[in-house]
């Protein structure tokens, strides 16, 4: 067990509709990342947060959008869904401080599967 | 910003022999290099890392090395078992606080 929760597991949804999969770091982690993986594809970074505010953003599309929380869980949100969206998301907590360097450890994911 | 490339994309190895997978990166501020394991619909977990100050790093079974003046690290397993199978990434981390992640390398190993 990484210590990082995803909630919920498992999504299906339609085409336009809008989900948010949730997010709680390891406890002391203040970085959280989102990742999308789609089948038999690599690890695409969304965004990263920092002690709630934004560090770094990818190849994150203009429907979604994420935040993180006074208390650090963190929400990505994904609207007007698309069949191509469907894919594994996951989120990844670090202790996230700039000039020390940590690993990475993943949630379990949640599978989004858009009809 | 950074580019992590890895090869190979996949790798058959028979039970008992060893695999290699190699990563470049391109940002000469990298310092962190972690290695991570996905089994198939599971979560990347870290398998091993190294950091810059180091050149070699051992783990039982598994082993990273790291050339800073070529900008590579590679990731050996040793006596290799079935369970040895599943997808490796590596990635290297900076001092901009971002992860940049290789594509992957697939690997199975045959009984």
């Known amino acids: 067990d990484s210590g990082v929760t995803q909630t919920p597991k498992h999504l299906i949804t339609a085409t336009g509709q809008r989900v948010t999969l949730r997010c709680s770091p390891r406890?002391?982690?203040?970085?959280v990342y989102w990742y999308q993986q789609s089948l038999d594809q690599g690890l695409q970074f969304l965004i990263q947060y920092y002690n709630g505010e934004e560090r770094a953003k990818g190849n994150i599309l203009e429907r979604f959008s994420a935040q993180q929380f006074p208390d650090l869980h963190s929400e990505l949100n994904l609207s007007s869904l698309e069949l191509g969206d469907s894919a594994l998301y996951f989120c990844?907590?670090?202790?996230?401080?700039?000039?020390?360097?940590?690993?990475?450890?993943f949630g379990n994911g949640t599978r989004l599967t858009v009809t | 910003g950074e580019n992590v490339e890895q090869h190979p994309s996949t790798l058959s190895v028979q039970e008992g022999d060893s695999a290699v997978i190699k990563c470049t990166y391109s940002?000469?501020?990298?310092?962190?290099f972690p290695w991570y394991k996905q089994e198939l619909g599971k979560r990347p977990q870290l398998i091993i890392d190294?950091?810059?100050?180091?050149g070699e790093k051992k783990d039982q079974r598994i082993a990273v090395t790291l050339n800073k003046t070529a900008k590579h690290f590679s990731l050996h397993i040793t006596e290799t078992q079935p369970e040895d199978s599943a997808v490796y990434f590596c990635a290297a981390w900076n001092t901009g606080n971002q992860f940049y992640f290789g594509t992957g390398t697939s690997l199975t190993v045959i009984p």
């Open positions: 190294i950091r810059s100050n180091v």
């Open positions: 940002d000469s501020a990298s310092n962190y």
């Open positions: 990844a907590s670090s202790v996230g401080d700039a000039l020390y360097n940590s690993p990475l450890h």
């Open positions: 406890s002391g982690d203040l970085s």
